[in-house]
């Protein structure tokens, strides 16, 4: 499995003036559930692309420091070549629709069509693919006429079935109904069950505060802090940076009941009901 | 949602038939007549399309092409009837106006190739899925890209179109006019256009990077999942074809000749 290192990464978009990333650094182990959050125009999307690659082979561009995947400097490889280690989902599910199958089932075999996979292995993948993400019974649906949960979670099951180590979620539930965020999150969960790394952008707070084993937070292309949810939610600066923390951290910080072992305001449902028992009501 | 492809699924022969071989099909539909020259050759390959487009039942979707290009057809019998040159044996008058019959036998010439063409396409397009004929093309060396633009044409369009009223829909509920008179209408293009031309180009952008990131430029030879099925069946209907070209160049040469 492959580690990610990103070393004083800089870039600027072509035709701009501003850094949209800015010496940016860190590294993440295999299998970590990692959340990206800051406000608009952080640099968050800039970096899952810059995962990628597309970032700087697509978009070209200023580019300096590096991202190692593994063994790989993503800068030196193709994107077709690093599709198979690093998937990417984005937001808006109807655009990552090729347009060019008919069926849910055809449109996943796509991008295994251009890696030249054989068919056996082929249908082998689509079938688990369709099983993780629970929309085997959509298989053989126009891609156009799912519902936006179900498109976004054949989008993920797209990328699944390339088999990547690790999975960049950009922003995926931003265009879903309650419900669809819902399906979507648990998929997401359960891909990293499976040890599949997951770096999921995210403005629900609530949902990156849960599931992440880590926090980054970006500010202008900075990044100011990269550690637990617990950690991250619980600073001072977080609404200077655009950032609202969880309903739970935000009780916990208004009735000032904070975790009696860490210190830390609490971010989950769970956290929250234990700082908060034995408070007379 | 509403595809523009004219290829339905009807679960018949010709559905089930190698994309090849209705390709086939069409080119010699359209060579064999043209290449023995005869009127009753044409009337034949008329007569086994129209028996063809019968049995796959898409007979009837065939009305709509031919009534557009009967119109056509209509006036090139009426004016080659009046008004060819060297007509001479009037068959049909009609107060002022005169037919003559070397005018309307030529314009049935012209009548029965394209009726002809017409159904031999339609034959092809009404039976065969387009990714599949793209398929069969790629597989045989033409460019993948090209291949998917073709493809996805009959998604995105439909899908455009889809963008256009509902961004016709909001304009409206802003109080824009949108119908009445050619003025009213020519007003409203241009703030109906515009929207659906800007969120068309980032839509593409965003689509160009889906694609991009799976794997649409590997340099790998790409596979299909879709078999590609050629039957013994579609073996003999090729040979048979080909065969019934190459009599008619042979039956062409003997007639230069002889």
New interface residues.
Partial sequence: MARIEVNHLKYRYPHTENLALDGVSFQIEPGEFIGIIGKNGSGKSTLCQAFTGLIPNFYRGAYGGNVKIGEINVRDVEVDELCQKVGIVFQNPFNQITGSKLTVYDEIAFGLENLGLSRKEMIRRIDDALEQLDITRFRDRNPFDLSGGQMQRMAIASIIAMNPEIIILDEPTSQLDPQGSEEVFKAVQRLSQKGITIIMVEHKMEKIAAYSDRVMLLDEGKMIDFDTPQKIFSRDDLLEHGVLPPAFTRIGRGLDRKNAATGEYPVTLKEAKEALEGMAV | ?KSISLYEEKNSTLNHLDSGCKMLYMVAAILVPALIGNKWANVAVIILSVFLLAISKVLRKTVPVLSVSGIVILTIVIIQGMFRAGNTTVVLQLGPAAFYKEGLLYSLGIALNVFNILLAICVLIFTT?P?DMVENFIEKGFSPRLG?VF??IF??IP?MMETMNTITDAQRSRGMETEGSLLVRIKAFLPLISPVVMSSLV?TK??A???????????????????RKVTTTDKIINLLLIAAVLASVAWRVKLWLG
């Fill in positions: 949602m899925k990714s998917y493809i996805s998604q995105i899908q839509d965003e689509r990077i889906a694609l991009e990131v799976r794997g649409f430029n590997a340099k790998t030879k790409k596979t299909f999942l879709n078999e």
